[in-house]
């Protein structure tokens, strides 16, 4: 069955950085787009990042555009999330999503597959 299993969260200092990876299997991993989400306490699943199957488009949300970078590798199915200069604010379980398609959306509804999350905590 398709796996999708993030890590690389923890507990950082605002400023800091950190790299999520999320392994997948039991997909043909280059098919998909591939996308982080995120989801603090009290608030709904948002998008924060995605990459085209071809590892060549990417696209962010305003709130971390510039602070984040997303990549993949198809050859390991893996994609990575790249974060700097971390804020209190990024704060949130961090989710890898699949999605079967050439183009990245942003809604969750759209995603066919869902990792676990990895807890990322930003302390000031």
């Known amino acids: 069955q398709v796996q999708l299993v993030e890590s690389g969260g923890g507990l950082v200092q605002a400023g800091d950085s950190l790299r999520l990876s999320c392994a997948a299997s039991g997909l043909t991993f280059s098919s998909y787009v591939m996308g982080w989400f995120r989801q603090a306490p009290g608030k709904e699943r948002e998008f924060v990042a995605g990459i085209s199957r071809g590892e060549r488009v990417t696209r962010y949300a305003d709130s971390v555009k510039g602070r984040v970078a997303i990549s993949r590798d198809n050859a390991e199915n893996t994609v990575w999330l790249q974060m700097n200069s971390l804020k209190p604010e990024d704060t949130a379980v961090y989710y890898c999503?699949?999605?079967?398609?050439?183009?990245?959306?942003?809604?969750?509804?759209?995603?066919?597959?869902w990792g676990q999350g990895t807890q990322v905590t930003v302390s000031s």
């Open positions: 999503a699949a999605r079967y398609s050439s183009v990245i959306l942003t809604a969750t509804s759209e995603y066919n597959y």
